[in-house]
């Protein structure tokens, strides 16, 4: 379960789609994003808790002399919309390729929260 939440892997798991565990490893995908999902009061909050946690991870890089895994140059609205569009987006259509009964529930907060991370990555 744990490598079916690895952002790193999202693009093996997406195309693996005859494997016999793809919807179990969609669903944790899922739940692992479902931040992203909320009113966008509370998603933003968890988004700047990703940065700051990668701002703590590239700190802790550099401390220990480790190359960096995250470059923080990116400005925190791109880092958002970047997540936004090549992760949660994708896990989410396959999410509900999968389960149709989740587009009614999905698809207006994904419109709604994917117009807020435009218009922030727009005012920078």
């Known amino acids: 379960c744990v490598l079916s ?3 790193s892997k999202i693009e093996s798991i997406l195309t693996k789609t005859d494997h016999p565990s793809h919807a179990y490893r969609i669903l944790a995908l899922m739940a692992d994003l479902s931040f992203a999902l909320r009113p966008w009061k509370s998603a933003s909050y968890w988004y700047s808790m990703m940065i700051n946690e990668q701002r703590q991870q590239r700190e802790m890089e550099n401390r220990l002399g480790v190359p ?27 999410g509900m390729r999968i389960f149709h009964g989740l587009q009614e529930l999905f698809i207006p907060v994904i419109n709604q929260n994917k117009a807020f991370v435009d218009a922030l990555a727009e005012s920078f």
């Open 68 to 94: 960096h895994s995250t470059d923080g140059s990116i400005p925190s609205s791109e880092i958002i919309k970047q997540h936004f569009n090549q992760v949660v987006l994708p896990v989410f259509k396959e």
């Open 5 to 7: 939440t690895d952002y």
